[in-house]
């Protein structure tokens, strides 16, 4: 089986336990995916976002940051009207240890959700 394809499973079984998991109690669910772990620099990086539909979900905030060098990407979200799956993609990133931060945000800025992952471009 080719990474493409294991790469859809997973996502499409992700999306079916978000579907079927029913009220959350007001609490968002985030699934997020970070690739390659570790890679030659320069590198491209890519972060996949899964989101539970809710309407308190305002904004999502990603941040690559490995101390000498920053990306942040920020997206509006228009509550549970939001799309659930969001790709974000950082070219040509530097060698660095790198920590990757997804947030989703509320309407006065406060975390709702969070997830890190951590990774490695050497040169």
Known sequence: MTQSVARRMTWAVLSAVLALSGNTGGRAVLQTRVWPSVAIAPATVRIEVLLETND???????????????????????????????????????????????????????VRAIERHWIRLIS
């Open 56 to 110: 308190d979900n305002r904004v999502l905030q990603i941040v690559a940051d490995s101390g000498d060098y920053l990306r942040s990407s920020t997206i509006a979200l228009p509550g549970a009207r939001a799309a659930r799956f969001h790709n974000v993609t950082y070219r040509s990133m530097p060698a660095g240890d790198y920590e990757i931060q997804v947030e989703v945000l509320d309407q006065t800025g406060v």
